[in-house]
């Protein structure tokens, strides 16, 4: 099962669950269970926020060799099982690509209905759905900003939803492959490509950098 985690900035919130996932298929041995993350607005190559990293890392995970990625529609046509933060993720993750709502849930909601109803298939997910109808407190909060009780609040809250999950998965189903590295693109003549642009770092730099990446749409960093 190729699993897709998806938040906002892909700093915190997916890349914690995706890296929590990889180490879960490694302690159950479990190599048909693959993970990677994208987000709706990513910070475009940024890291894993630092505090974040190390909620990973106390977690039990690795925070190594993450770099942001953008939601694209090829992310999501291979995935078996999309797992959105927050709904208005979720439902913007399924406009993406039309006819992938049976496959697109909420992290919680996914969890509620499977350790609920039983289901263990991505197809039995969706089939109880119909049933069960919408959950309270569907959404896991974007901790940026916060202080760092925040993001271990967040970090709990994430694994202490997809443990569950994981453990009721029949985590061998599934046919797509593991997530392959997007082509570098050949640069295309015309007009010199947009400046990274580097903000001074300050105690709020993600914010500021999400701010300016959604107005700019290309990648933005912070100086140093």
């Known amino acids: 099962m190729h699993v897709l985690f998806v938040c906002s ?5 997916s890349p914690i669950a995706e890296r929590l996932t990889h ?15 994208a987000g709706v607005r990513a910070l475009v ?5 630092p505090v974040a990293a190390r909620v990973i890392e106390g977690l039990g995970a690795s925070a190594d060799g993450f770099r942001a990625r953008r939601l694209r529609p090829e992310m999501i046509k291979r995935a078996d099982l999309v797992l959105a933060m927050t709904e208005q993720i979720r439902d913007r993750s399924m406009e993406l690509l039309l006819g992938t709502s049976h496959c697109t849930f909420t992290l919680r909601e996914a969890r509620r209905i499977a350790t609920d109803t039983g289901a263990r298939t991505v197809a039995e997910l969706a089939v109880a759905r119909r049933e069960y109808g919408e959950i309270d407190d569907a ?28 453990d009721t998965l029949d985590l061998g189903s599934g046919t797509k492959r593991e997530p392959e590295p997007e082509p570098e693109r050949e640069p295309e003549p015309g007009p010199r490509p947009s400046p990274v642009v580097y ?26």
Do not use: K
């Open 9 to 13: 900035g892909n700093v915190c919130r």
């Open 45 to 49: 190559g940024f890291p894993i926020e």
């Open 199 to 224: 903000l001074p770092l300050s105690p709020r730099p993600l914010i500021a950098a999400r701010a300016a990446s959604s107005i700019l749409d290309y990648p933005v960093s912070w100086s140093r």
């Open 139 to 166: 959404n896991i909060s974007d901790p940026v900003g916060l202080g760092e009780a925040a993001f271990a609040q967040v970090g709990d809250r994430i694994a202490g939803e997809l443990m569950p999950l994981l």
């Open 23 to 37: 180490a879960y298929a490694l302690a159950h041995g479990l190599p048909r269970l693959t993970a990677e993350s």
